[in-house]
């Protein structure tokens, strides 16, 4: 049974940064990319970032191309979000997603907020 399970939201100001993790079981992690999406407050839920399974190709929504950085640890089977200089248009629940099983994990609370 595929499992994600997303964590590191919280609140914090225009300018800080968070780092997401996203810990995966009852799948061969390395074997699968992983993408990070998030849906804001009315908004649609939108593609933020992808990794392939050695984490050599990334790909990145244009409005977080140069702060935000997807990683990947196979030995650990987690998959990271690192956001930095954020601002409240980042706010958002994050999600956890794997392609191949379509699958979404529970999301996690982004708010950028003085």
């Known amino acids: 049974q595929v499992q994600l399970v997303e964590s590191g939201g919280g609140l914090v100001q225009p300018g800080g940064s968070l780092r997401l993790s996203c810990a995966a079981s009852g799948f061969t992690f390395s074997s699968y990319t992983m993408r990070w999406y998030r849906q804001g407050p009315g908004k649609e839920r939108e593609l933020v970032a992808a990794?392939?399974?050695?984490?050599?190709?990334?790909n990145y929504a244009d409005s977080v191309k140069g702060r935000f950085t997807i990683s990947r640890d196979n030995a650990k089977n987690t998959v990271y979000l690192q956001m930095n200089t954020l601002n409240p248009e980042d706010t958002a629940v994050y999600y956890c997603?794997?392609?191949?099983?379509?699958?979404w994990g529970q999301g996690t609370q982004v708010t950028i907020s003085s």
């Open positions: 990794i392939t399974t050695g984490g050599g190709s990334t």
């Open positions: 997603y794997v392609p191949w099983f379509a699958s």
